[in-house]
């Protein structure tokens, strides 16, 4: 890894995951900054075991309590729901819309989403760990190699061949699921029978994966094994503690936390790293929405968003206010008319700075011409095979916030003001409106063109005029993407967020009332908003979750590439990065 990066991906700002319901809210994000993964608060006296389900986070516990944390954030003051069960509960996993969960003495529980059952257990063991394909296929593991399975109906003794105790099990379907445990053993369920893969020295504690050829175990001592889809191989995990926990959700984003307060994590080089994150050992590990949450012993609560990469390369560019796609090509402005251009995932100075030239804060590019805008009106056109910058200027000299340009057609904002370019030159609008402080402006073609503003104002450009789409808010807009005439997002003050559905503008509740400054997707389904605090929102077409981000500070702008890799551009320097998150099928 060369000195320009560091892998913060475990650390600094730390939010919340929360499905986006109409009327939903939640706390401010809080902000981590010393520790790789970042403690949230704590739980309720007697959570034992934490789950993830329907996006939220569940807790259960001690006399067959449960709780619903939520986001996590307010986990403290969670109040107990009524489960009607007396059963100690020390592990489940999400079952459908609801959880499976199991105990001491072969305790077996389902929740559906509104009733708990303790259901008749085939057994008298310790159950210990489980693991859910559906509502119809589950599994849980125990001592002395127990292992049972639901289809749906009840409970049933599967043979698993060993009386080894099993401490973990999980599947990519199921057809394909592993169990560990006791003298490193593993076991694999064909959707047939249960047999055993492998047997060792340590004991394996946990198991996870993405897929039926990538999947992990760890435990006793730092072990670590990889599933490569034909063996397990040994891994170097650089930590000498027991790895009790742990969770895969991508292929680069593997979290393994141990008794002790610390763990590994999967790097760049496809090895485990060390990673610490406090005192407490964890006993409990989940996800909700993409997010890890992790128990401690000490009943503290701990955040893992993971993911996201800060590259510092102040030789190329310091700060970045603006940058624009064309296939695989990114560019980017910044202050001092200094231009970077993104080729190969590698960046160029292409610009390094013009004189009387301001933050580019609006800038285009049609795959030959770049062409970027200063506050005050300063235009600047570079031929990225010349590399030679020229400067021009719109008809009015002050107040330019944004653009959106092709080679024969532009379109430019700021205070009060519309500029339209007609391929020869620039002109100020004629608009429906007065006054307005304009942000955004994003285009699709000659004819279809929006821009935001102050008070919640869009107008949108048909070829032939300018009208004014209603939005039934008040708050200021600053940014738009769209990813076709029947869908778009523009982001704003107080957490504002608007889905244009082809027809109107509707409002979308968020999990934050932050100040939203960018916004960039691939689909209705995969979008990115930056915020002005460093904040990162997802939205998946369901919800929306809050993601870890390395830097405190203003994103003003993003962009997704063709493979799926995001690009944050921060404004008071360096960026952030995630590649595509590769899942199960």
């Known amino acids: ?26 706390a401010a994000p809080i902000l981590c900054t ?41 986990a403290a003051t969670a109040k107990p729901v009524k489960t009607g069960l007396k059963k100690d509960l020390t592990a489940g996993a999400a079952l459908g819309a609801g959880l499976v969960a199991v105990g001491p003495k072969g305790t077996l529980v389902r929740f559906d989403g509104t009733t708990w059952t303790a259901d008749k257990s085939p057994v008298k063991v310790d159950l210990t760990a489980a693991w859910a394909a559906s509502d119809q296929a ?44 006791g003298g490193g053993t593993i076991l694999h369920h064909d959707g047939t029978a249960w047999s055993t893969v492998r047997t060792g020295n340590a004991r394996l504690f946990a198991v996870s994966g993405l897929s039926d050829k990538l999947a992990w175990a760890v435990g006793e001592l730092g072990s670590a094994l990889r599933w490569n889809g034909s063996t397990w191989e040994t891994v170097k995990s650089g930590v000498a503690t027991d790895l009790t926990v742990l969770h895969q959700w991508s292929v680069k984003e593997v979290l393994a936390l141990d008794a002790e307060g610390g763990g590994a994590r999967l ?75 993104r080729r190969n995932k590698k960046w160029e100075r292409l610009v390094p700075g013009l004189p009387n030239v301001n933050t580019l804060l609006g800038i285009g590019f049609d795959g030959k011409i770049i062409t970027a805008l200063d506050h005050h009106g300063n235009l600047v056109r570079v031929d990225i095979a010349k590399k030679k910058p020229t400067v021009g ?11 959106w340009m092709t080679s024969n057609f532009g379109v430019a904002v700021g205070s009060s003001d519309v500029a339209m370019f007609d391929g020869k030159s620039w002109r100020i609008a004629d608009l429906p409106t007065k006054r307005t402080e304009f942000e955004a402006a994003y285009g699709l073609a000659k004819d279809a063109v929006w821009v935001a503003g102050d008070s919640g104002t869009i107008l949108f450009w048909d070829g032939k005029s300018w009208t004014q789409q209603p939005t039934n808010v008040s708050e200021d807009l600053e940014a738009l993407w769209m990813a076709d005439r029947k869908f778009g997002v523009a982001v704003g003050r107080s957490g504002v967020v608007l889905f244009w559905d082809g027809n109107a ?24 908003v930056g915020g002005n605090t460093g904040e990162i929102l997802t939205y998946d077409g369901q919800r929306w979750t809050i993601e870890a981000s390395p830097l405190g500070m203003a994103f003003r702008s993003c962009a997704v590439m063709p493979d799926g ?19 199960a099928r």
């Open 267 to 341: 790097d760049w080089m496809n090895e485990l790293a060390p990673v610490s994150a406090g005192e407490a050992g964890f006993r409990s590990l989940t996800t909700v929405s993409g997010i890890a949450f992790a128990l401690a012993q000490d009943g503290s609560l701990w955040r893992y968003a993971g993911g996201w990469t800060y590259t510092e390369e102040p030789k190329v560019i310091e700060r970045f206010s603006s940058m624009a796609l064309l296939g695989d090509v990114l560019v980017a402005g910044a202050d001092n008319g200094v231009i970077g251009i």
């Open 565 to 583: 890799e995001i690009v944050m551009g921060g404004q008071n320097g360096g960026y952030v990065t995630r590649p595509a998150r590769e899942r």
């Open 1 to 26: 890894m060369n000195r320009g990066s560091r892998r913060l991906g475990m650390s600094v700002v730390a939010g919340l995951a929360l499905a986006g319901l109409a009327g939903q809210t939640s």
């Open 34 to 74: 010393d520790s790789q993964i970042c403690r949230v608060g704590v739980v309720p006296k007697g959570v034992s075991a934490l789950v993830g389900v329907a996006g939220n986070l569940w807790g259960i516990g001690k006399k067959g309590q449960a709780w619903n944390l939520g986001s996590g954030l307010e």
């Open 505 to 528: 503008w509707s409002r979308i509740e968020t999990p934050t009332r932050a100040m939203l400054r960018s916004v960039c997707g691939r689909s209705p389904v995969e979008i990115t």
């Open 393 to 403: 200027a719109l008809p009015e000299a002050a107040g330019w916030n944004a653009m």
């Open 138 to 181: 589950a599994w849980a593991v125990g001592k002395k190699g127990t292992i049972v399975a639901w289809d749906g109906a009840r409970w049933a003794v599967q043979p698993s061949g060993t009386k080894v105790d099993l401490m973990g099990v999980w599947g990519s379907h199921v057809g394909d699921v592993w169990a560990v445990g």
